[in-house]
């Protein structure tokens, strides 16, 4: 069993930071990509960053030069750092993994989700 746990988000003035972190935890198991959900009020989910386990990253043209993913492999860890932020960022964030356990094929995980609300 793998849980993915976020935290970081909050309320935060435009223009504001904020930097969410996603870890996981269980036992024998490998992480590949990590990505970065959102899901604003009446919106469909939607793909913000991602980062493979060398450490190449994506990121949505929306945020691209806001918002930098990284990633700890030591620690299972992924973060987001969301900077000059708008209220148009304004959803629950989700963090998601491929992770394989006990050398089974790759599932996918996600966490439980965070709010990130930036006010105008």
């Known amino acids: 069993q793998v849980q993915l746990v976020e935290s970081g988000g909050g309320l935060v003035q435009t223009g504001g930071s904020l930097r969410l972190s996603c870890a996981a935890s269980?036992?024998?198991?490998?992480?590949?990509?990590m990505h970065w959900f959102r899901q604003a009020p009446g919106k469909q989910r939607e793909l913000v960053a991602s980062?493979?386990?060398?450490?190449?990253?994506n990121y949505a043209d929306s945020v691209k030069g806001r918002f930098t993913i990284s990633r700890d492999n030591a620690e299972n860890t992924v973060y987001l750092q969301m900077s000059n932020l708008k209220p148009e960022d304004t959803a629950v964030y989700y963090c998601?993994?491929?992770?394989?356990?006990?050398?089974?094929?790759?599932?996918?995980?996600w966490g439980q989700g965070t709010q990130v609300t930036v006010s105008s």
């Open positions: 980062i493979t386990s060398g450490g190449s990253t």
């Open positions: 998601n993994a491929r992770v394989s356990v006990r050398r089974s094929a790759f599932d996918i995980y």
């Open positions: 269980g036992s024998s198991f490998t992480i590949g990509t």
